[in-house]
């Protein structure tokens, strides 16, 4: 084993050293090519060799690499700024940078906050989450979520957050009720807990539009995010969409919200906002929420270093230029449909898979011991993390995870490849993946 000073995710296990990328595939310093069937964690949307990204980078470096925000704003933030603005839904015009997915839910919990101290409703600090949601790493983020596994070792030290039930159709939709009656049904929870809380207690309700890597792909049913959006109308409680992983037309819309034909009050997007050429995230907000501090204390009592870092923000316009001048969000969803068939045609059928999911090129893939019970393998067999080493020995980056079904039992493989993926590459990521879930589930 290597000698190294870097302290890795697993102290366990030696990873390949990345050497370069191009387009959807990335080659380590042997030489050996990976097909990135999960854009790392749904990240490199846009490959991993678009000269024209790498061109705004390069040009604003020579500019001007750095200016801090107490000081100076800077042309490339308040442009990337108006375009977010100009495609988002409607009354999310004020935009946060920030440099990662769980800053942007921080900053989203701390701005709810302040919204309440700032209309002179400070005992409203309360919030709602799912079981089986993932929301960031960081302690304020890692306590909005459900993510039963990293949430463990630090329990003691988060706020105390309520969780409800996913929208989780596979498994918790009766034989005998819709998926409309489900929907309303497991919706009506978020009812019910505000209740139980006091909607005088209760400040927002966080949810990933759709859900991403703790239960892989879950695909809300039509009128569920109606309901829930009604709902915190009624009681006064913000709304909160995390779209760091499924935003940025990663499901087939700049914002996956659109397809639910709702509009949150804050929302949540990261990785695929610089296709990870840069790192960057950003909260957007409603006019109300920005309107209320404006008026009351006159800032936002929160900050970093690096937020609207000019170069990530050069780097994140020609990223969402792109995206949306050549209509990637579009071709996601044709691409995606193309995937979905592929997988159903590949794995429908197999005696391990359980549930084939998604929107977009952003599919979830549930691993199942037996498909008539739809029981999990025993945890003990670490099913996906198998998977993860033998996919790389294979030359495929995918993202599996434990604990899909409670946060303890089952498997999923999350499939988010880069957008500019070919029909080729789409077969060759099925293949792959079928060669994998045998040797490892056999």
Same mark, same amino acid.
């Given at each position: 084993m290597r000698k190294s000073n870097i302290f890795p995710r697993h102290t366990n296990y030696e990873l390949p050293i990345s050497a370069y990328g191009e387009g959807c595939y990335i080659f380590d310093i042997n030489g050996k090519k990976y097909l990135d069937g999960s854009c790392g964690a749904a990240v490199s949307c846009l490959g991993h060799s678009d000269s024209s990204i790498k061109q705004a980078i390069i040009k604003q470096t020579e500019k001007l690499a750095f200016a801090?925000?107490?000081?100076?704003?800077?042309?490339?933030?308040?442009?990337? %700024?108006?375009?977010?603005?100009?495609?988002?839904?409607?009354?999310?015009?004020?935009?946060?940078?920030?440099?990662?997915?769980?800053? %942007?839910?921080?900053?989203?919990?701390?701005?709810?906050?302040q919204y309440f101290n700032e209309i002179g409703k400070p005992q409203k600090h309360k919030v709602i989450s799912r079981r089986q949601s993932y929301h960031g790493n960081t302690l304020g983020a890692l306590a909005a979520g459900g993510?039963?596994?990293?949430?463990?070792?630090?329990?003691?030290?988060?706020?105390?957050?309520?969780?409800?039930?996913?929208?989780?159709?596979?498994?918790?939709?009766?034989?005998?009720?819709?998926?409309?009656?489900?929907?309303?049904?497991? %919706?009506?929870?978020?009812?019910?807990?505000?209740?139980?809380?006091?909607?005088?207690?209760?400040?927002?309700?966080?949810?990933?539009?759709?859900?991403? %890597?703790?239960? =892989?792909?879950?695909?809300?049913?039509? =009128?569920?995010?109606?309901?829930?959006?009604?709902?915190?109308?009624?009681?006064?409680?913000?709304?909160?969409?995390?779209?760091?992983?499924? =935003?940025m037309g990663r499901t087939g819309s700049l914002f996956a919200c659109d397809d639910e034909k709702i509009v949150p009050d804050i929302i949540t997007i990261a990785k695929g906002l610089g296709a990870g050429y840069q790192p960057i995230g950003a909260m957007l907000c409603q006019d109300f929420i920005y309107d209320a501090i404006a008026n009351g204390t006159g800032f936002f009592q929160h900050g970093h270093?690096?937020?609207?870092?000019?170069?990530?923000?050069?780097?994140?316009?020609?990223?969402?230029?792109?995206?949306?001048?050549?209509?990637?969000?579009?071709?996601?969803?044709?691409?995606?449909?193309?995937?979905?068939?592929?997988?159903?045609?590949i794995l429908g059928q197999h005696e391990f898979i359980g549930d084939i999911r998604g929107r977009g090129l952003f599919r979830g893939i549930e691993i199942v011991k037996d498909r008539a019970s739809k029981n999990p393998f025993d945890k003990n067999l670490n099913i996906a993390g198998k998977i993860k080493k033998e996919a790389l020995d294979n030359g495929l980056i995918c993202y599996p995870m434990q604990g899909t079904v409670d946060g303890f039992l089952g498997d999923h493989i999350l499939i988010a490849p880069p957008f500019i993926i070919n029909n080729s590459e789409i077969d060759e990521l099925c293949e792959k993946l079928k060669k994998t879930i045998d040797t490892v589930c056999y």
């Open positions: 801090h925000t107490s000081f100076f704003t800077s042309e490339p933030a308040e442009e990337l %700024a108006n375009t977010l603005s100009l495609n988002s839904p409607k009354g999310l015009n004020k935009v946060y940078f920030v440099s990662s997915g769980s800053e %942007a839910v921080e900053a989203s919990l701390k701005l709810a906050k993510n039963v596994w990293r949430r463990s070792f630090f329990e003691d030290l988060l706020i105390d957050t309520s969780l409800i039930s996913p929208c989780y159709q596979y498994r918790h939709q009766s034989p005998d009720e819709s998926s409309i009656d489900y929907g309303l049904r497991v %919706a009506n929870e978020l009812e019910k807990e505000i209740i139980k809380l006091g909607p005088e207690n209760v400040m927002a309700f966080i949810a990933e539009t759709v859900v991403g %890597a703790t239960a =892989g792909a879950l695909t809300p049913v039509e =009128g569920y995010f109606k309901r829930i959006r009604e709902i915190c109308d009624q009681y006064g409680v913000l709304l909160i969409l995390d779209e760091v992983m499924c =935003g270093t690096y937020l609207g870092h000019p170069v990530a923000c050069a780097g994140s316009l020609a990223v969402i230029n792109k995206l949306i001048n050549e209509k990637f969000p579009n071709q996601v969803k044709e691409k995606g449909e193309i995937l979905q068939q592929k997988l159903e045609k």
